[in-house]
């Protein structure tokens, strides 16, 4: 069997799919997207097709190193999504040539099913209590949200006790019966989160993502230290390379890289069983399309330490598309109290709507991240 053909696909709302072809009919798809960057993306992928074409897509991990190490470039956002979208696609064809989900060739499943949330109250967090119970009513038992909106390094404690008071009153309305997380998303600096954090443990979030930019190891190291609440991290590193001072210096207790950014199912794995041997949980980043979640959900189902799954169903990006839109009836995403079984079709386990999937890549789309402003005028972190 050969690689015949890569064809990228750029559907809305902010999504990349990736078809690759084969000389013998079968074909895998991969999601190689970078939120905001897909065309860049459509053009790595088209450069790869150079090295890829003629290939053998059985032989995954050789493919995977040759793109990986190939010249003197590597890492990265950018280079690692594209390596994710084509790692995704050439498990598919395994998975379908073996007429066995990726995750039985992995090894088998330790789980049957995959606890589950949800985002609400936008990128400025607003009507949390108003979410959850919308959540709540489909059966979620967690959701996650925004801290705050723009936060300077030093700011204000009214800002502080907005936040403070906003999740006061999300969990006085929920009790105990839901979880939530709250992502910091990189806007709040090491001065405040280190008071935010302290204010909001009595709260009990299962997690907070993003405490602090993921540049700053040594300063999660140090938070992480002063808190109960377990930190996450892992959304914007890029391979297991980046994960190593994240491990040795215990930065965090959960890690949340994204399939769709790291080097995909293959070094997903590798780091999720790394996590495991530091007593670290897994919790793969996940706000994408529905490809870039069934590949996901096939790392959830071989890694112990995997404990919940991100996803976007009817997240606030997804207007003009939902993850559904682009599967066929029998192979669409449904949370069943609470949790999302795992896939046990062959290959990602997903039957993709080609025909609704070319309609809207006529569409397309330029989805950008907003630009966000401090009072003084300086850019804020998204």
Not at 136 to 153: D, P, T, V, W
Not at 183 to 193: K, T
Not at 261 to 282: P, Q, T
Request: hydrophobic letters at 40%; aromatic letters at 8%; charged letters at 25%.
């Amino acid at each position: 069997m050969k690689i015949t053909a890569l064809k990228t696909f750029l559907v809305p709302p902010r999504w990349l799919f990736l078809k690759i072809e084969t000389d013998e009919g079968i074909c895998g798809w991969g999601e190689p997207v970078l939120e905001g960057h897909a065309e860049t993306l459509a053009a790595k992928i088209a450069e790869y097709a150079d090295f890829l074409i003629g290939r053998d897509p059985g032989r995954i991990e050789d493919i995977w190193q040759s793109l990986y190490r190939n010249g003197c470039y590597r890492g990265g956002p950018v280079l690692m999504s594209a390596l994710s979208g084509i790692d995704m696609a050439l498990w598919d064809i395994k998975g379908k040539v073996a007429n066995m989900p990726v995750h039985a060739l992995l090894g088998g499943a330790v789980r049957d099913r995959v606890k589950s949330y949800c985002w609400i109250g936008g990128d400025r967090p607003t009507d949390l209590i108003g979410g959850a119970q919308k959540l709540r009513e489909k059966g979620y038992k967690a959701l996650k949200f925004n801290i705050c909106s723009e936060m300077q390094i030093i700011d204000s404690y009214r800002k502080i006790d907005q936040s403070v008071q906003m999740l006061s009153e999300l969990r006085a309305a929920i009790g105990n019966d839901m979880d939530f997380a709250c992502d910091f998303h990189g806007r709040v600096h090491m001065p405040m989160a280190r008071i935010l954090l302290r204010e909001i443990e009595h709260l009990h979030p299962m997690f907070v993502e993003d405490a602090v930019l993921s540049t700053q190891i040594d300063e999660m190291a140090d938070l992480s230290r002063a808190t109960t609440i377990p930190l996450a991290i892992g959304e914007r590193l890029h391979s297991r390379f980046d994960f190593r001072a994240v491990f040795e210096k215990r930065a965090a207790s959960v890690i949340n890289p994204d399939t769709a950014h790291v080097g995909g199912i293959s070094e997903m794995v590798r780091i999720g069983h790394w996590a495991e041997a530091y007593d670290i949980a897994l919790a793969p980043h996940c706000p994408l399309g529905p490809i870039a979640l069934a590949a996901c959900l096939q790392v959830d189902a071989i890694c112990h330490n995997a404990f919940i799954q991100e996803q976007s169903l009817g997240m606030h990006y997804n207007t003009g598309g939902d993850l559904n839109d682009y599967l066929l009836p029998s192979s669409r995403y449904q949370v069943i109290d609470g949790y999302l079984p795992i896939p046990q079709g062959p290959g990602l386990g997903i039957e993709v709507d080609e025909d609704h999937i070319i309609a809207q890549s006529t569409i397309g789309h330029r989805w950008r991240a907003p630009l966000w402003r401090h009072e003084d005028g300086s850019i804020a972190e998204w």
